[in-house]
């Protein structure tokens, strides 16, 4: 059964997840508008950040306080397969998701600054940072709607753009998807919105 899960972001946020049993679960965050997320999401913030409803969105907007923190919305999820969103690349923010198995430590980290190409991070439990492998092929459209994924299918990452894969990573550590973070970042001092 699909299960889906649908946020609004400045932006259209769409989840996908396959699950051996379940109700859909979605999230448009249509309610007032406020700085409560609710349905079990949490917020992480740098400097002047704010993440908040407006207009039935999440709203990451303000002035970056450190260089390359991250701000966004984070939650644990279970069994989780898939991940896909739009997000509109016409500001200041780079855009950010990390997908983590918490239960061995392993995440993959993939980001993209405002109409330019993604470069992503698998790290396994214990290991040194990796550093960021650019992907080629991965160019954002600057001042449009992109429509990012991630797909585990065994040991591999599927890494989707547009509608078309554009790698597949190799991560046999991450098992479990058990946190999703979408999020933002930029030099201090940025002043901008996802």
């Known amino acids: 059964m699909m299960k889906m899960l649908k946020i609004l972001v400045i932006l259209f946020f769409f989840f996908s997840t396959s699950l051996v049993w379940g109700e859909a679960f979605y999230d ?38 450190t260089d390359w923190q991250r701000s966004g919305l984070f939650r644990s999820v279970e069994e989780e397969t898939k991940v896909y969103f739009d ?31 993604f470069s992503y991070a698998a790290l396994s ?34 890494i989707i753009l547009n509608e078309k894969e554009i790698l597949a990573v190799e991560h046999p550590n991450l098992r479990n ?9 930029a030099a201090a001092g940025t002043k901008g919105s996802l």
């Open 28 to 65: 448009g965050f249509e309610r007032e508008d406020n700085d409560e997320l609710e349905n079990d999401w949490k917020v992480q913030t740098d400097g002047t950040i704010t993440i908040e409803i407006v207009d039935n969105e999440a709203l990451i907007s303000g002035t970056q306080a």
């Open 87 to 117: 997000f509109l690349a016409n500001d200041k923010f780079n855009v950010h998701l990390r997908l983590d198995d918490e239960g061995s430590g392993s995440y993959i980290d993939i980001y993209a600054p405002p109409g330019g190409s």
């Open 177 to 185: 998807i058990t946190k999703i973070l979408i999020a933002s970042d």
């Open 125 to 158: 439990g214990g290991d040194a940072w990796p550093g960021w492998t650019a992907i080629p092929g991965s160019n954002t459209k600057a001042g449009q709607y992109n429509n990012f994924g991630v797909e585990k299918d065994g040991d591999d990452l599927l």
